[in-house]
């Protein structure tokens, strides 16, 4: 097993709207400061954050699968197809991008936090589908409890979002241990969001950003407090090309 912890030091910065949104990039675009530069069909993930109300203008994508996963506060979505809709904490944002769409977000004060994250489905197809868009709200996932463990599932099993991407997305906090059941050939990256603990022997943080490969045993985690942390599990392999992030203008 290759684990590899990655605290904020190492991942990469970006804004908007000179400094008025922060984004903090385990994985970014090309070209940009990074951890790493993409885990298979995971292709960009961001920590969004701001203090005060403020809006990224209408901007274009196409091919990729968009998933925006609320943390605090409340984001404003609207796009070109007419959709109009507001995230709070636990809602997630979809855009199936397709043959193309543009949308624009307004993060509100006085605290919001969201999850940016951008999945690879085989793009030469999905660029020739239609746009799609929806909102799902917190309490609308499906939620089990393990003893002093929650798990939510955000993408996988009985979730209503449906990707063409090979995807699992868990939100999970436990209160003492948990472990982590997985296939044969995939790979986890996962964001602490809060608290802190253990990782198979690794130390973790709120913030740290932690991609394991390789997985040969159990993903053990353990806390003396309550860990909050969000899992995506992808497959090493695909079974179409994975673009090596020189995507044309406007992706």
């Known amino acids: 097993m290759n684990i590899t912890v990655y605290p904020r030091s190492m991942q990469g910065v970006g804004n908007f709207n000179d400094g008025q949104i922060i984004e903090y990039k385990p994985i970014a675009f090309p070209r940009e400061t990074t951890a790493i530069p993409r885990l298979g069909p995971l292709f960009y993930w961001a920590w969004a954050e701001t203090k005060i109300t403020s ?49 624009s977000e307004t993060l509100f004060a006085p605290h919001t936090e969201m999850f940016q994250i951008w999945f690879e489905p085989n793009l030469s ?79 973790v943080r709120a913030t740290d950003f932690v991609v394991i490969t390789e997985l040969n045993e159990k993903i053990h985690f353990t806390t003396n407090d309550a860990l909050r942390v969000v899992v995506i599990d992808v497959p090493i392999e695909t079974d179409y090309p994975l673009y090596h992030k020189v995507y044309e203008a406007n992706p």
């Open 55 to 103: 809006k990224i203008p209408l901007h274009p994508h196409r091919a990729f699968e968009i998933l925006s996963y609320g943390l605090k506060g409340k984001v404003e979505h609207y796009d070109t197809a007419g959709h109009q809709t507001f995230m709070q904490e636990g809602d997630a944002q979809l855009i199936k991008a397709g043959s193309g769409i543009s949308h």
């Open 125 to 203: 197809e999905t660029i020739t589908h239609h746009p799609f868009y929806a909102q799902y709200n917190n309490e609308d996932f499906p939620v089990k409890q393990e003893d002093e463990s929650t798990i939510k599932t955000i993408i996988g099993e009985h979730s209503s979002i449906e990707l063409e991407t090979d995807v699992q997305m868990y939100d999970i906090t436990t209160t003492n241990s948990f472990d982590y059941v997985y296939k044969e050939n995939r790979q986890l990256a996962i964001m602490v969001i809060e608290g802190n603990g253990v990782i198979n022997g690794n130390d």
